[in-house]
């Protein structure tokens, strides 16, 4: 009885903390788009956080999930079966939120370019809505 007690708390563990939760379909879409204009950051590896998944742990400690490292550590062999996968989706998870601050980041400073040329009179009003529109379609996602 005991054993079958520890058996189900393990399978229950494996269950619930093995799984990362990955980005959501507008995210993946957002991403992708990014990723097909060049402008994506590839902070993480999303394939070598999926190898290191073999390991003890590796693709959550990869993916910065310590956390579930550790549980997926303890856990080993039975790990191996969604750790590559968890570690995969933290790797895609992390370049996505990189990519956003990176683009939002380039977004303001070319608005902040277009301001101040409007306002040292170098543009018109109506060059400089024209601009900042390129300037926002530019850095849209896309979809």
């Given at each position: 009885?005991q054993?079958?007690?520890?058996?189900?708390?393990?399978?229950?563990?494996?269950i619930?903390?093995?799984?990362?939760?990955?980005?959501?379909?507008?995210?993946?879409?957002?991403?992708?788009?990014?990723e097909?204009?060049?402008?994506?950051?590839?902070d993480?590896?999303?394939?070598?956080?999926?190898?290191?998944?073999?390991l003890?742990?590796?693709?959550?400690?990869?993916?910065?999930?310590?956390?579930?490292?550790?549980?997926?550590?303890?856990?080993w062999?039975?790990?191996?079966?969604?750790?590559?996968?968890s570690g995969?989706?933290?790797?895609?998870?992390i370049?996505?939120?990189?990519?956003?601050a990176?683009?939002?980041?380039l977004?303001?400073?070319?608005?902040?370019?277009?301001d101040?040329?409007?306002g040292?009179g170098?543009m018109?009003?109506?060059?400089?809505?024209?601009?900042k529109?390129?300037?926002?379609s530019?850095y849209?996602?896309g979809?």
């Open positions: 009885m054993y079958l007690r520890t058996l189900l708390i393990g399978g229950l563990l494996a619930t903390t093995g799984c990362a939760n990955g980005l959501n379909s507008v995210q993946k879409a957002e991403l992708d788009a990014y097909s204009r060049g402008m994506a950051i590839r993480k590896s999303p394939g070598a956080a999926a190898a290191l998944g073999l003890p742990g590796g693709g959550s400690f990869y993916g910065r999930e310590y956390g579930y490292g550790v549980v997926n550590l303890l856990l062999p039975l790990s191996i079966l969604w750790d590559p996968v995969y989706d933290a790797a895609r998870a370049n996505y939120n990189v990519t956003k990176h683009v939002a980041k977004h303001e400073r070319e608005l902040q370019e277009l101040d040329q409007l040292s170098q018109d009003i109506a060059r400089y809505t024209l601009e529109r390129k300037v926002d530019k849209r996602a979809f």
